[in-house]
């Protein structure tokens, strides 16, 4: 009964999932071609940390992931701003470990370049104009 009960639930959330994905993924690449002319400016890595986000199927069964969150700050016209948009889409692990092994590339207090959109500056992200993935290197400056 619980096998029936796991499978069920599992196909539900990937239905559900697949359903979004493909209209997220619509709005992903209108935002990398959008963010492909973005202006850049200096910002400066405050603090890194991941969360989990997900749903408690049963006691023991979570369908989640684990997200990477590098939160910045940056100045755009003697404006402050801050964030913690990497790029799109966002990146996510199965596990908090694998999440925390990506985070280590990054350290707080390093300058990195950020990208903004000119008609609303409080809208950036560190890697813009492209998919973002795992494999994608954020540019951190000396």
Do not use: C
């Not at 950020?114 to 609303?120: G, T």
């Amino acid at each position: 009964m619980v096998a029936l009960l796991v499978a069920v639930s599992a196909a539900i959330y990937l239905v559900v999932g697949a359903a979004g994905t493909s209209l997220d993924s619509e709005d992903v690449d209108a935002w990398i071609n959008a963010s492909a002319k973005w202006p850049s400016t200096t910002g400066k890595i405050t603090n890194l940390s991941s969360y989990y986000s997900g749903q408690k199927i049963l006691e023991f069964l979570h369908l989640g992931s684990w997200y990477p969150k590098v939160e910045y700050e940056y100045a755009v016209d003697g404006a402050s701003f801050s964030s913690d948009v990497l790029g799109k889409p966002s990146i996510k692990f199965g596990s908090k470990s694998e999440s925390e092994t990506y985070l280590q590339s990054f350290k707080v207090g390093k300058n990195v370049k950020v990208f903004y959109d000119p008609k609303a500056h409080h809208h950036s992200a560190l890697v813009a104009g492209v998919r973002l993935s795992i494999e994608t290197k954020v540019e951190q400056l000396d």
